[in-house]
């Protein structure tokens, strides 16, 4: 499997994206040479493209899929295309404040610690839709990575919980209110711009 290795900081100053929205609680440096520089229609909507795979930690193979099956759909193929990213489980537990990052979010998903309905999901594309229920297995709920001081509720306290989710950190369960609108997306993407670069 494909895995990118690219130092997220250095990624988020080239993308211009701050790296609270990855999770991270650094600030990024300025990026001076970068400023001054004209960037084509092509190149912004390519660094579109790439910001929201590198911020939903997506390869170009299955960021193409999404972007297909989004366009077959109803309605704005953007619109769809960032609700799908945004419904991604991995996405979902970082949402809720299980996980300090998307990347960790998808390690829990792999290593079989997430219970989806009842059921153990462990693939992180996996879509949930609105009335699922997401939590912790119960013997996994009191282990170090959640609980400790250092752990990973003492990091994601103070992060606000979308209004399309509902979460119980105290027993790391959650559930999918409803599908979120675009308005509910805090991610800064232009999806109008990829619609665009793949409509060429």
């Not at 419904?87 to 792999?110: K, S």
């Not at 992060?159 to 800064?188: F, Q």
Request: glycine fraction near 6%.
């Amino acid at each position: 499997m494909a895995v990118n290795r690219v130092p997220v900081l250095k990624r988020c100053r080239a993308l211009g994206i701050e790296p609270q929205f990855l999770g991270i609680d650094k600030t990024s440096k300025k990026n001076p040479t970068r400023s001054n520089r004209k960037v084509s229609e092509y190149g912004q909507q390519l660094r579109e493209k790439q910001k929201a795979k590198f911020i939903y930690g997506v390869l170009e193979k299955p960021f193409r899929n999404y972007y297909e099956k989004a366009d077959r759909q109803a309605g704005m193929t953007g619109e769809n295309l960032m609700r799908m990213l945004e419904l991604r489980l991995d996405n979902v537990i970082f949402r809720l404040g299980f996980a300090r990052t998307r990347r960790e979010a998808r390690q829990i998903v792999d290593h079989k610690h997430v219970l989806v309905n009842g059921k153990c999901v462990n693939i992180p594309s996996y879509q949930v839709k609105p009335g699922d229920k997401i939590e912790i297995k119960e013997k996994k709920k009191g282990s170090a990575r959640y609980k400790a001081e250092n752990g990973v509720l003492a990091s994601t306290s103070g992060r606000a919980v979308p209004e399309w989710l509902e979460a119980d950190s105290e027993n790391l369960t959650g559930s999918v209110k409803e599908v979120p609108a675009r308005s509910m997306i805090d991610v800064p993407v232009n999806e109008m711009l990829i619609v665009e670069l793949y409509s060429k």
